[in-house]
């Protein structure tokens, strides 16, 4: 089976842009969760979706949305960009939303100048 | 507020050794932990997961133990090889919540 898969892989965008990031989970893997992970707050959760729908979010503002599709794809969206913004984000699937392991795609790295 | 952390952000061991990876909760409701893999510019990769209601779980070269009177895990690798050279993160889930809370990381290096 193939991996998760992120584009684009990396991005280069300016303040005050919004930015939209794609993931093709595993095939047959219904669930979708995003993280964010900057040197200095590591990893961290921003949301999760399962059959479209949004299940879990995480302590992020609101310029950080997100929506799933009907054949398990998701996009991320981050509007009015901050530097601080400038990350790897992560993308992982897993077969349901009760799954335990999560399987994390190579990334995209987002850097805000 | 850091409920998950690795207190060694590095570690070097001699290859063919054992390479021993700690990791620390806080949160007594973690009921499911995994230790993932990352090389730069990469995403994690799972490694080996165990359920609180275990206290040991091994596959191939990798053991984890739990010991959740300490609140306590470790990712034991034996023997350490080359390509183990890679920072390890260990993370907790809570009942069926997929958030992922991770640690901060223990980069291991395996020299020769």
Known sequence: KAGVTQTPRY???????????????ISGHRSV???????????????EYFSETQRNKGNFPGRFSGRQFSNS???MNVSTLELGDSALYLCAS?????SREQYFGPGTRLTVT | DQQVKQNSPSLSVQEGRISILNCDYTNSMFDYFLWYKKYPAEGPTFLISISSIKDKNEDGRFTVFLNKSAKHL????????P????????????????????????RLQVTL
Do not use: M, N
């Open chain 2, 83 to 106: 390509g183990d050279s890679a920072v390890y993160f260990c993370a907790a889930l809570t009942g069926t919540a997929s958030k992922l809370t991770f640690g901060t990381g223990t």
């Open chain 1, 94 to 98: 897993s077969p349901t939303s009760a």
């Open chain 1, 11 to 25: 991005l280069i965008k300016t303040r005050g842009q919004q930015v939209t990031l794609s993931c093709s989970p």
């Open chain 2, 74 to 81: 470790s990712l034991h690798i034996v023997p350490s090889q």
């Open chain 1, 33 to 47: 969760s995003w993280y964010q992970q900057t040197p200095g707050q590591g990893l961290q959760f921003l949301f």
């Open chain 1, 73 to 75: 794809r998701s996009e």
